[in-house]
């Protein structure tokens, strides 16, 4: 009897171990990298033209434009709703506090007047910024830290302000409170140090590190006080600061080096190696560039996987800043 019952209880083994690869290919299955080899087959080399362009203009827009994917993921998907403008109706994502400093929307309207000149209707806002995140990152590297970006990803009609504050990570947070943050949409916290890397580029504004630099202690005194001088404890709220202050235009390892000395300059950073669980990924990162390439590679790929709409959800809307 029991052999009896255990081959229905084998084959629903058997069964799920088939079907739940299949599932979950399903949900990836309708984005693909070559979504648009047909339908508009030069639109990646338009938008890697552009982003090129763009960050030789400026270096800084290539993190502004990786942010801005990050930031349209975790509200509520990868789904463009962080480049719709206010309506009449509501507040729109990009004007919520967390998203105050985000910029390099003129860059996404750029490239989409131009895709739109050349394939209409075709591509969505929400894959020009995974693939613009791509492009920015290889432009302030090398095309080994490149990765497929997956495509087919439809825009929102709506955006939540709500949703901005609530998903989106505070600097004050600490370990647990950012480990927790990205576990809720499904990252590891090994996950979670990679992509933090991202801090690699880009700058920060004195009101996210005022605290930290004067009332800190894990925190190297020199760098300390050379960052006061452009930060005052009263005032200068949006002065400027780099992320990571060893090579702030060229992504690499650089940052997680800066966290081992103490040189983290969010709250939220140097929180990865503050003694806790975290340190020992930090420690790995900084002396494995290649471990890092490739988990940074598979962890954007993930957050681009992030609830995308498909098949006949959302549109392609012509202007990213609003609905058609
Ligand atoms: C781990 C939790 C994170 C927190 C708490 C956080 C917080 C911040 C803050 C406060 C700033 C500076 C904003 C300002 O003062 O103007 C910033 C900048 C930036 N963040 Fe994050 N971030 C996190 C994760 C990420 C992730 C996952 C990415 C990308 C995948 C990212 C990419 C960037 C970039 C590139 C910049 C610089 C942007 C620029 O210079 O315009 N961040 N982040």
Redesign the pocket.
Known sequence: MARYYSIPSNLTTIKFCLLFPLLVGMVSAQLSSDFYATSCPNALSTIKSAVESAVSSEA?MG??L??LH?HDCFVNGCDASVLLDDTTTGQGEKNATPNA?L?GFEVIDTIKSKLENLCPGVVSCADILAVVARDSVVALSAPIWSWPVDLGRRDSITASSAAVNSNI???T?DLSG?INAFSYKGFTAKE?VA??G??T?????C??FRTRIYNETNIDSSYATSLKSNCPSTGGDSNLAP?DVTSPTSFDTAYYTNLINKKGL?H?DQQLFSGGSTDSIVTNYSNNVGALITDFANA?VK?GRLSPLTGTSGQIRKNCRKAN
Not at 201 to 205: L, N
């Open positions: 800084r993190a502004s990786l942010r990050f400093s910029r990570p505070s600097p947070l950012l979670m992509l933090s991202s801090h580029i880009g700058q920060a504004t009101g996210n992320l969010l939220s954007m957050m």
